[in-house]
């Protein structure tokens, strides 16, 4: 899961109520289907986007499987989607508490130098994706490098 540090970081994440919050927000079919494919319990990547350097920086866990995020009928809301009907919501969200930070941040480009991650959709040019897949295979060698 990728956020800019400037909007939502992992230091908010770990002052949220129980270190817990929504991620809530997300406008894309392909990151919200992979939300939705999403078991409690799952680990997470928290990924700090349009940083300097971006970086992976901890895991959260998710508390909660996908529900309809309400700010996309909120009008007031920078998310407000007037298309979508309580009836019928086309945007979910998961809920996610924290897990822990990493001893270190583990860089963009360090990662991109990493071969087993060569594949990694994170790594992939034009991939903009808030939410994105990672196999067991990368999971495993990102948690060998912290």
């Known amino acids: 899961m990728k956020s800019e540090p400037s909007t939502f ?3 908010d994440l770990i002052r949220s109520p129980n270190r817990t919050t929504t ?3 997300v406008r894309n079919y392909q990151a919200r289907n992979f939300m939705r494919s999403m078991a409690v319990g799952d680990q997470v990547l928290f990924y700090h986007s349009n940083a300097e350097p971006p970086a992976v920086v901890g895991i959260a866990e998710v508390v909660k499987t996908a529900h309809p995020d309400p700010t996309q009928f909120d009008k007031q809301d920078k998310h407000y989607d007037p298309k979508s009907e309580p009836s019928e919501p086309r945007w979910d969200m998961v809920d996610i508490r924290y897990v822990r ?3 270190r941040a583990l860089t963009l480009d ?3 130098k990493e071969g087993r991650l060569k594949g990694m ?3 992939k040019k034009g991939s903009r994706l808030s939410v994105q897949p990672v196999t067991s295979l990368e999971w495993k060698h990102i948690i060998s490098l912290v």
């Open 9 to 11: 970081s992992i230091d």
């Open 23 to 25: 991620w809530d927000g």
């Open 101 to 103: 930070r990493f001893a």
């Open 110 to 112: 360090e990662l991109r």
């Open 121 to 123: 959709v994170l790594l």
